[in-house]
Nanobody
Framework: VQLQAYGGGLAQLGGSLRLSCAVS??????????IAWFRQVPGKEREGVLC????????YYADSMKGQFTGSRDIPGKTMYLQINSLKPEDTAVYYC?????????????????WGQGTLVTVSS
């Protein structure tokens, strides 16, 4: 499975940004895998944002992520999106998409085998 995250950049405080994760692979099930988004600030542990299951159910890793982040997938599932609203300075991080070739969402970052390269989001105040 190959993942490529993109769409990051400089964003304004209070604004919105949509990140994309291009998904590809040899399995006919690849486009139905659960995809998770994580973020990491230098010097800190990788933090889970949300996971979108193969049936497009969203699981948030923390209650603090609800309301500000949402995930979606295009048809036929080649791209998964992370919508970020009401951007705050603390949202500045490298954002990664990941999968473990499963249809359901699993645990934390150590559970995921396949990762995109990350895309940097910088929120300016």
């Amino acid at each position: 499975v190959q993942l490529q995250a993109y769409g990051g950049g400089l964003a304004q405080l209070g604004g919105s940004l949509r990140l994309s994760c291009a998904v590809s692979g040899s399995s006919r099930f690849t486009l139905n895998y659960a995809i998770a988004w994580f973020r990491q600030v230098p010097g800190k542990e990788r933090e889970g944002v949300l996971c979108l299951s193969g049936s497009d159910e969203i699981t948030y890793y923390a209650d603090s992520m609800k309301g500000q982040f949402t995930g979606s997938r295009d048809i036929p599932g080649k791209t998964m999106y992370l919508q970020i609203n009401s951007l705050k300075p603390e949202d500045t991080a490298v954002y990664y998409c990941a999968t473990d070739s499963r249809f359901t969402c699993i645990g934390g970052p150590s559970e995921y085998k396949f990762w995109g390269q990350g895309t940097l989001v910088t929120v300016s105040s």
